[in-house]
């Protein structure tokens, strides 16, 4: 059984290999290089040095975690019977995927010899200390990266002006359009060495960008939502605005809800722009309550998405651990009977009916307390037996209404109408919260129309002729 060694070929100057390389790749007697690409190799031939290449596999394979996988394989397969030195340029533990899968094979030993890094060469040329703030990544992995635009950021691996225009417009989300900053080819190798400063919209029109160059980035202003918590932040400073400094988590209560029914009156119109905006009022009230509570030190914004964001892995277990389900019935089970158990006390037996809020509405209080009741199977078979139900309780009301029985037994049996109506729409999977927001809509829409069809004498009208336009109306609008 043979070994790997993985060298570090540094930045591309030969003159910043180490002793420990420059002696690995002399003893070298099976070399593999990760690429031939690199400003240190035409000095390697020179020493006599022969290798095989795997440039190949990146002409070859469709992806670059398939090209890596297939270096690892080989490598793996030609070190169970002999040696091998494997080259890669820069440092090998810097953005070098192949090597880190190396490393967590338990196959084949695989020994380190370090390397200078480009990002020493490049921290010198842009005189960058790292350890005021700084976040490395690969170019050629950026999809669903979070930046921090508030530290100095070196994009490593920028390949090429396609690759750059990817990057440029992954990079935009975070920072400005016109941002500037410095791509860097080859940093430290005399003769290849480049640095040229343009605003970040124009990267991907440098032609010269190759598979040397590099990209870094300054502090920019914050934007999106680390921008909306920092002005929170600012607006509730002791200098800052004093209505917002006034607020509390109580005087706020009106405006959580208001802004969500708001919200929901943009979804349901379709307008993109209207559920943004609305979207964003929203989202202010959550983070103004974080601050408030950040300011008491109870929790702060990233409190809350880590609790948030560990409930979501918790209860899909389907999806972040080892569970199964087949349908999405199975998956609002499972949800109920994971949040059952997160709120279980030791010793103390929950209500079925726990954790339905209060302030929500009526309606919807209505259809979660008779959703929980059926976990437990407190429910009616079919809603034929459900319609039934909703006409006894319409011959209660009919008949407290002629025995007169006064506002309580009204409010009473009018509430058991409901109940019943609410139980009727959840055995027919309509949510009747959805199904009274759609008709109350129906119902302004045909009004206004009749409205219109009035020509302004509509106050004028007897009722039957109000129900004659409201057909009309009906007909017209639906």
């Known amino acids: 059984m043979g070994s790997i060694t993985v060298v570090g070929l540094g930045p591309g100057d030969p003159g910043q290999l180490t002793l420990a390389a420059k002696e690995a790749l002399d ?3 099976r070399l593999f290089l990760r690429t ?8 390697m031939r020179k020493w006599g040095l022969k290798w095989e290449s795997f440039d190949p596999y990146y ?3 469709a992806s670059f975690q398939e090209v890596y996988g297939r270096i690892v394989a080989r490598l793996v397969e030609v070190a169970r019977t002999e040696d091998v030195v494997y080259a890669v340029p820069g440092h090998p533990l810097v953005a070098e995927d192949a090597v880190t899968a190396l490393l967590k094979q338990d196959e084949v030993k695989v020994e380190v010899v370090a390397g200078l890094s480009a990002l020493d060469a490049i921290y010198a040329k842009v005189g960058l200390d790292p350890n005021s703030g700084m976040q490395v990544v690969d170019g050629l992995a950026l999809e ?9 950021t070196l994009v490593m691996q920028l390949y090429s002006p396609q690759v750059a225009s990817e990057v440029k417009l992954h990079l935009m989300r975070f920072w400005p ?6 791509v860097i080819r080859a940093a430290g190798v005399e003769g290849l060495e480049r640095l040229e400063t343009v605003p970040l919209y124009e990267i991907d029109r ?12 300054g502090p920019g202003p914050k934007r999106g939502f680390s921008r909306l918590v920092s002005i929170i932040s600012r607006l509730r400073a002791p200098d800052g605005c004093p209505w917002d400094r006034e607020q509390t988590p109580e005087s706020l209560r009106k405006f959580v809800l208001e802004e969500a029914y708001e919200t929901v009156e943009a979804i349901d119109s379709g307008d993109e722009g209207a559920i ?5 009022d929203l989202l202010l009230q959550v983070v103004l309550q974080a601050q408030i509570f950040a300011e008491q030190d109870a929790f702060d914004v990233q409190d809350v998405c880590e609790a948030i964001s560990d409930k979501l892995v918790r209860r899909h277990p389907h999806v972040f651990g080892e569970v199964s389900v087949s349908s999405s019935d199975e998956v609002i089970r499972n949800w109920a009977d994971i949040k059952a158990e997160e709120k279980a006390k030791p010793g103390l037996s929950e209500s079925a009916l726990a954790g339905v809020g209060t302030a929500l509405p009526a309606l919807v209080v209505s259809e979660k307390l008779q959703a929980k009741a059926s976990r437990v199977r407190f429910d009616w078979a079919d809603p034929y037996k459900v319609l039934d139900k909703v006409e006894e309780e319409l011959a209660e009301l009919k008949e407290a209404m002629e025995e007169q029985h006064g506002e309580a037994a009204l409010t009473h ?4 109408v409901l109940t019943a109506v609410v139980n009727l729409s959840r055995q027919l999977k309509v949510d009747p919260e959805e199904a009274l927001r759609q008709a109350n809509a129906r119902f302004k829409r045909r009004f206004q129309k009749m409205e219109d069809l009035a020509e302004g004498k509509f106050a004028e009208l007897e009722l039957d002729q109000m129900e004659a336009l409201w057909q009309r109306a009906k007909a017209i609008v639906g």
């Not at 031939?36 to 000095?43: F, Q, R, V």
């Open 27 to 29: 003893s070298a007697k």
């Open 36 to 43: 031939e690409i690199h400003p240190t190799t035409p000095s």
């Open 59 to 61: 002409q070859q394979g």
């Open 144 to 152: 669903g990266r979070e930046l921090h635009p508030d530290w100095h």
């Open 177 to 182: 359009d016109d941002h500037p900053v410095t």
């Open 206 to 217: 440098l032609p010269w960008i190759d598979y040397l160059s590099s990209l870094y980035l």
């Open 276 to 280: 943004e905006e609305e979207l964003g």
């Open 413 to 416: 049996e009018l509430g058991d």
